[in-house]
């Protein structure tokens, strides 16, 4: 039976969800921005448009990303995503760049490098994780442990938790230190073993803008630059009220909003879905677009194609990313162009191009809890009210658990209909 679908919000998970659905149903998607979400804030430069933020990706963990990706047409290219770490001081001590062998990386340290205690201790460390980690996940034993306490338990050394994978993991999830120290171990471990480190780093060619017009291809109506107002169910569908006060009837409406904005929207939200989603905690992050190197590490030498900038200071690593050194087609560009996450240092005004501040949903010991209880409330008998976003979904918030909650929404909504 073909339905009238409406999808608000058209980030990964929206454009998902109306490319799942859109081969047998009507989706209608609404979105307040005046193009797709996912590309909203990019920014133009001399070599095209550069996403805001820059999102990278790997096999081992966007399994459902990947192979969406493949289905609608969207080629994919590999990028360099070697890592420098810089201390308060601007001292480089540790960095260490990939060599591609096909699909697999090598992640390099030089031979001078290890002769600084702290990037040995790291690298040690880190063979000593990466080899324990899997199988403590497989058997279960990271079950009900905050990485914190598994690594301060395990005896890992300041210089790997403090100098390497507290700040790493604050740059993946893009929230604060303290925020990673609490996440369950089994999460970050599940990130760590499907190949982060030795897997080649890929995006879509053409960035968020690319991903957008192929999925948007199963979108019956593109309702862009409209901000639902509200959202009503009845006994015979749901009702969406327009910024205008239109209303439009629909079979069924899926949330592709963040978690926190469903209850303002949702206006007859029962007690138990409150619950869940004002449950689900967001982090914000300050993006700057600019040109300022004084943002990047001192020496110009130990620029990497992403740095991370510690301090004591602050509960969040700086983290610049080089756009010419990550981005192929931004390559030749003369300036150098900067993406920096949690901006640290007051840049030249005359040489920032866009601040944009975003949000990122935290992973704590009751998201699966929360996850579970979701579920539940997508199982029921003619559910015609779905959420679905990086939040959505296990492990870290990311385009590929965006991706899978909207599948998982498809299935549902297929399954009821058969
Ligand atoms: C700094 C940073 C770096 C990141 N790096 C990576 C990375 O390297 N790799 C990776 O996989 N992921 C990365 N992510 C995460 C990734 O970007 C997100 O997980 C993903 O974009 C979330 O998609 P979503 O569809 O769940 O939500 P959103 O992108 O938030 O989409 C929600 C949409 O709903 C729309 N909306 C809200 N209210 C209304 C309304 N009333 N009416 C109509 N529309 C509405 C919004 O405008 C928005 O477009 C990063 C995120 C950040 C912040």
Known sequence: MREKIAVVGSGMAGLAAAWYLGDAHEVTVFEKHPGAGIMAHGVEAEAGRID??????????????????????????ALDASL?????????????????????????????ALLNPDAWRIVRDLARFMWQVPGELAQGQLKGHSIGDYLSGKGYSPA?????????????????NDHVRATPADVIAGYFSRGFLFSRVYRAVGGASAIASALSRRITHARFGESL???????????VQMQDGVEQRFDRVIFATQANQVSHLLHDIRADERAVLEGIRYDKVEVLMHRDPRLAPAQRATWSPVNYMLSDKHDRPMITIWVNALIPSHASTPEPVFQTLNPQIVPDESLVLQRTTLERPIVDAHSGER????????????????????????????????????????????????
């Open 160 to 176: 790997f938790t403090e100098g390497f994978l507290i700040p790493c993991f604050a740059g993946i999830n893009t929230v604060s």
């Open 229 to 239: 107002q509200g959202v009503r169910r009845d006994g015979q569908g749901v009702v």
């Open 371 to 418: 996850l579970a209880h979701l579920d539940a409330l997508h199982a029921e008998p003619g559910r015609r009210v779905f959420f679905c976003g990086s939040y959505a979904a296990n492990g870290i918030p990311l385009l590929e658990s965006a991706t899978a909650s909207a599948k998982a929404i498809a299935r549902r909504v297929g399954d009821q209909l058969r």
């Open 52 to 77: 805001v933020p820059l999102r990278v990706i790997y096999p081992g963990y966007y399994p459902q990303l990947f192979a969406l990706l493949r289905e609608a047409g969207v080629r994919v290219e």
């Open 84 to 112: 420098s770490f810089t201390d308060a001081g601007g001292r480089c001590f540790f960095r260490y760049a990939n060599h591609g062998l096909g699909g697999k990386t090598l992640p390099m340290v030089s031979a001078r």
